[in-house]
């Protein structure tokens, strides 16, 4: 029963992935955290440059200078047997230029195929692949640009289809207020048909979102505002689509924001992180239950050259996902 509940989180979790051969690619998957620190803060953060070069998944302006030959790689542990992972390789470019090369993967697992008649098949793997290529640029002290190119590969059973995304971000940083505004429009482009189907590419769903971040001056705070999904206000958490009944509208308000809040030394050797994402805790709701859905939590620290994070992020009471991140600067091994 308890696997049953973890597949069924699984599939509404990841945009119910492998349910027809017009729409295998599961865009949601490019909405997976790339790294421990960035699930801790609710899967999307597009303001906060730090020092974790992942944060440029989700705004691609975040890659910086500071960023220049660093390594990150990401591993998950999603639901029902269900393995995410990604990678992110980055290098300066003249004074003010920055590129980076990265991937992202999904493996759905093995599953057990039937024709119409109900005769086994035998078995079969879904996957999803991206790769991408990043140039962030810094405009002046203040302003930072940067775009983000990803063909996406997905592959169930015989199926194979092709996506071709883009991702552009603006940053603002104003250093003497310790203040970070920044602005993403993600996944741009479209899904193409494969060799057994004809049908027409459809538009990858868009991401619009806004976010703040501030920094305390005399203690080791960061607080973090997120808004998401915001190119479509009445968003239904169930089936992503304008819903027929009519909601208040605090609750479509809120299920756009992300809050949350790191504890950062300057150093930024060590950070513990926590969050809550309005739109997450309402997806899969248990009515009259206390939930941990839409927390999410994270510690991260250094061993030797090395920054090791954990982080975690609460979907439904039996389901939670475990992301383990290493990130270094491969400078500091002569590389």
Known sequence: MKKLVSICVGLCVLSNTVVSAQSFISPNFLEQP??????????????????????????????????????????????????????LYSHSIAEKGMWSAGFQYIDYGQFEGFDEFGVG??????KDIALQMTYAHRLNPYFSIGATLKPVLGVYERYTLFALAS?????????????????????IGAQFAGYESAEPSSLLPLNISVGVSKRLTHAPFVF???????????????????????????????????????VLPPSERFWLALSYNFLRGQE????????????????????????????????????????????????????
């Open 34 to 87: 790339a790294s421990a620190h960035l699930a801790a803060l609710g899967g999307n953060n597009i303001s906060f440059s730090g020092k974790d070069i992942a944060f440029s998944f989700s705004n691609p302006a975040l890659l910086s200078l500071q960023h220049s030959n660093e390594l990150s790689l990401n591993v998950a542990s999603y639901f029902a047997g269900t393995g995410y992972g990604s990678g």
């Open 167 to 187: 991702d552009f971000g603006i940053l603002f940083v104003d250093e003497e207020s310790q203040l970070q505004i920044g602005f993403t429009a993600r996944n």
């Open 284 to 335: 899969l709701p248990v009515p009259e239950l206390f939930s941990l859905a839409g927390f999410s939590g994270g510690i991260g620290f250094y061993i030797r050259d090395v920054e090791l994070g954990i982080g975690f992020g609460s979907y439904h009471q039996a389901a939670t996902t475990l992301h383990i991140s290493l990130r270094t600067d491969l400078s500091k091994f002569g590389l």
């Open 121 to 126: 098949t035998g078995s079969f793997s879904a």
């Open 224 to 262: 973090h505002l997120t808004m998401q999904q915001l190119q479509r206000w009445n968003y239904d958490v169930s089936t992503n689509v304008v819903p027929d009944n009519e909601l208040s509208f605090a609750s479509l308000l809120a299920r756009h924001f992300i809050v949350g809040v790191d």
